[in-house]
């Protein structure tokens, strides 16, 4: 089995959240499986920032329609594998500060960037002499892969949705300058509401579609969560696979993390309290071991709930309570916890940035990791989070509600089922309690060290839908 597996995000070269993450993790655990995979992203400038590689193809061919762009194709290998990933280089389209655009806005020639990109993914295997049995794509930014492959009638698809929120929507009147025809099939395809949207052309067009969780794959057929798109996601309801990610256990492990500044495990959970007392005094927090703190490495985006997890600090920090917060995103957020901050030095420490290695700080250092979002795909957080012994209090919402439980024996976390300010506080509040209780407290952490979030059986499921992509191509 040969998969060409798409991205414009991947970990560690380019990363703006989960799907980085995915892309950079999934790909080595299919090929553990005997799969050949190779993975294609464009060539962003925090590529280069990151590493050096080698020319694999000095020029590629992208049919634009009106005009024909040129790219050079580059190489390396994924770190800790041997698995190819090529780079798309194409300068004006990627050498850019940002992967998507600046102000928490696409860049303004986001369609030609993904359409460029999406026409030099479809030249690619044959320029490398990889037949492709299966083409994976990820996300709006490549939802025209299987619009061009159908046209092509190269190899059947996979188009897996990571986020429905955001699709790629342009004005029509851009069609022609991205080779799309009047009339055209491709046309029929990408056309959603009078716009080009490249969400809704990758849902309609690839052989199979899966999503992150099956709970968010059940969700993103009703109106609350379907984002205009639900009727499309109905009518392919056959073909719509709900595949848990995984996270990658060399990464994100207590054991042998080295951004810690001691090292812990299920069998020795008693240096997890130096590292909170680390954490805390990095923030800028007083150093006190009975006080629940509570973590969060989040996008600061409307999605992740933390308006509302901000409306509660002030009262839940009277129980008393700690706050660790990383993150970036939307303005108003972003204010409203550099305020924080600023108001509750003793409660609130905000840190209004991307840091891969304070991340893992906060999420080894805290108790509690706020996760109150309010639509989760699937979410790495709370997998992350309890890896480290750190408690989840979740919004039961998609991956959250099928990753974390709050029930009997085997609780691993805290859950609201309703996502409001009042929910919130109590469920902080209850972990509170338990957090009191040592002997409780110890059970519910082992539980949640105990779970397995690796690749293994998701990289399974992914090997059967491959087959399932080539036996429909086959049909
Ligand atoms: P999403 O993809 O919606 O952002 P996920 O929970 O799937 O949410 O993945 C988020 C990933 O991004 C996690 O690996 C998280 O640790 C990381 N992350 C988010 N914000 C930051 C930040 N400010 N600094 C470091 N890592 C971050
Ligand atoms: C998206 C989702 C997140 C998911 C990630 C990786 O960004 O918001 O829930 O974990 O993609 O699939």
């Given at each position: 089995m040969k998969v060409l597996y798409v991205s414009n995000e991947v970990a560690p070269y380019a990363k703006v959240g989960g799907l980085g993450d995915v892309a950079g993790t999934l790909p080595p655990a299919l090929a553990d499986l005997g799969i050949d995979v190779r993975v294609v992203m464009p060539l962003h400038r925090q590529c280069l920032e990151h590493d050096s590689y080698e020319v694999a193809l000095p020029a590629l061919e992208a049919n634009m329609g009106r005009r024909t762009c040129t790219a050079r194709v580059l190489t390396n290998t994924l770190p800790a594998s041997s698995v190819p990933i090529y780079f798309i280089e194409y300068d004006q389209y990627f050498d850019r500060p940002e992967i998507y655009g600046e102000g928490g806005k696409d860049y303004p020639d986001a369609a030609e960037r993904y359409a460029f990109f999406a026409r030099a993914v479809q030249a690619l295997p044959e320029a490398l002499g990889f037949d492709a049995d299966v083409i994976h794509a990820n996300d709006w930014p490549t939802g025209l892969v299987p619009v061009f492959a159908r046209e092509q009638a190269s190899a059947p698809t996979i188009y897996t949705i990571h986020n429905l929120a955001y699709q790629g929507q342009f004005p029509r009147e851009k069609a022609a300058a991205l080779g799309i025809e009047p009339g055209s099939a491709a046309m029929r395809a990408v056309l959603r509401d009078g716009a080009l949207n490249y969400m809704a052309a990758g849902i309609r067009t690839a052989t199979l579609v899966s999503t992150v969780s099956e709970r968010y794959a059940q969700e993103i057929g009703t109106e609350q969560y379907g984002d205009g798109l639900e009727d499309l996601l109905l009518a392919r309801s056959a073909d719509l696979h709900g595949v848990l990610n995984g996270i990658d256990y060399d990464v994100w492990n207590p054991r042998t993390d080295r951004a810690l500044p001691v090292n812990f495990s299920a069998e020795d959970l008693a240096p997890k309290g130096e590292c909170k007392a680390a954490l805390q005094a990095e923030m800028g927090l007083p150093v006190k071991p009975e006080v629940p703190l509570v973590g969060c490495v989040s996008?600061?985006?409307?999605?992740?709930g933390l308006d509302i997890l901000a409306e509660v600090i002030p009262e839940a920090m009277k129980t008393p309570m700690q706050f660790a917060i990383l993150g970036t995103g939307e303005q108003d957020l972003e204010e409203k916890y550099a305020d924080l901050d600023k108001a509750y030095p003793q409660a609130v420490a905000a840190r209004i940035s991307y840091d891969e290695g304070l991340a893992h700080r906060i999420y080894a250092g805290s108790d509690l990791f706020a996760m109150p979002s309010r639509?989760?795909?699937?979410?790495l957080g709370q997998m992350i989070s309890m890896c480290y012994g750190t408690i989840p209090v979740v919004h039961a919402t998609g991956g959250l509600a099928d990753t974390v439980t709050e029930h009997g024996d085997q609780q691993t976390g805290f859950v609201l089922e309703e996502l409001t300010a009042t929910a919130l506080l109590a469920a902080l509040r209850r972990a509170a309690e338990a957090i009191a209780d040592d002997i409780g407290w110890r059970t519910i952490m082992l539980n949640a060290m105990r779970q397995d979030f690796s690749w293994n059986q998701s990289a399974q499921r992914y090997k059967e839908l491959y087959d399932l992509a080539v036996s429909r191509a086959a049909d």
């Amino acid at each position: 089995m040969k998969v060409l597996y798409v991205s414009n995000e991947v970990a560690p070269y380019a990363k703006v959240g989960g799907l980085g993450d995915v892309a950079g993790t999934l790909p080595p655990a299919l090929a553990d499986l005997g799969i050949d995979v190779r993975v294609v992203m464009p060539l962003h400038r925090q590529c280069l920032e990151h590493d050096s590689y080698e020319v694999a193809l000095p020029a590629l061919e992208a049919n634009m329609g009106r005009r024909t762009c040129t790219a050079r194709v580059l190489t390396n290998t994924l770190p800790a594998s041997s698995v190819p990933i090529y780079f798309i280089e194409y300068d004006q389209y990627f050498d850019r500060p940002e992967i998507y655009g600046e102000g928490g806005k696409d860049y303004p020639d986001a369609a030609e960037r993904y359409a460029f990109f999406a026409r030099a993914v479809q030249a690619l295997p044959e320029a490398l002499g990889f037949d492709a049995d299966v083409i994976h794509a990820n996300d709006w930014p490549t939802g025209l892969v299987p619009v061009f492959a159908r046209e092509q009638a190269s190899a059947p698809t996979i188009y897996t949705i990571h986020n429905l929120a955001y699709q790629g929507q342009f004005p029509r009147e851009k069609a022609a300058a991205l080779g799309i025809e009047p009339g055209s099939a491709a046309m029929r395809a990408v056309l959603r509401d009078g716009a080009l949207n490249y969400m809704a052309a990758g849902i309609r067009t690839a052989t199979l579609v899966s999503t992150v969780s099956e709970r968010y794959a059940q969700e993103i057929g009703t109106e609350q969560y379907g984002d205009g798109l639900e009727d499309l996601l109905l009518a392919r309801s056959a073909d719509l696979h709900g595949v848990l990610n995984g996270i990658d256990y060399d990464v994100w492990n207590p054991r042998t993390d080295r951004a810690l500044p001691v090292n812990f495990s299920a069998e020795d959970l008693a240096p997890k309290g130096e590292c909170k007392a680390a954490l805390q005094a990095e923030m800028g927090l007083p150093v006190k071991p009975e006080v629940p703190l509570v973590g969060c490495v989040s996008r600061m985006a409307w999605q992740k709930g933390l308006d509302i997890l901000a409306e509660v600090i002030p009262e839940a920090m009277k129980t008393p309570m700690q706050f660790a917060i990383l993150g970036t995103g939307e303005q108003d957020l972003e204010e409203k916890y550099a305020d924080l901050d600023k108001a509750y030095p003793q409660a609130v420490a905000a840190r209004i940035s991307y840091d891969e290695g304070l991340a893992h700080r906060i999420y080894a250092g805290s108790d509690l990791f706020a996760m109150p979002s309010r639509y989760e795909p699937c979410g790495l957080g709370q997998m992350i989070s309890m890896c480290y012994g750190t408690i989840p209090v979740v919004h039961a919402t998609g991956g959250l509600a099928d990753t974390v439980t709050e029930h009997g024996d085997q609780q691993t976390g805290f859950v609201l089922e309703e996502l409001t300010a009042t929910a919130l506080l109590a469920a902080l509040r209850r972990a509170a309690e338990a957090i009191a209780d040592d002997i409780g407290w110890r059970t519910i952490m082992l539980n949640a060290m105990r779970q397995d979030f690796s690749w293994n059986q998701s990289a399974q499921r992914y090997k059967e839908l491959y087959d399932l992509a080539v036996s429909r191509a086959a049909d």
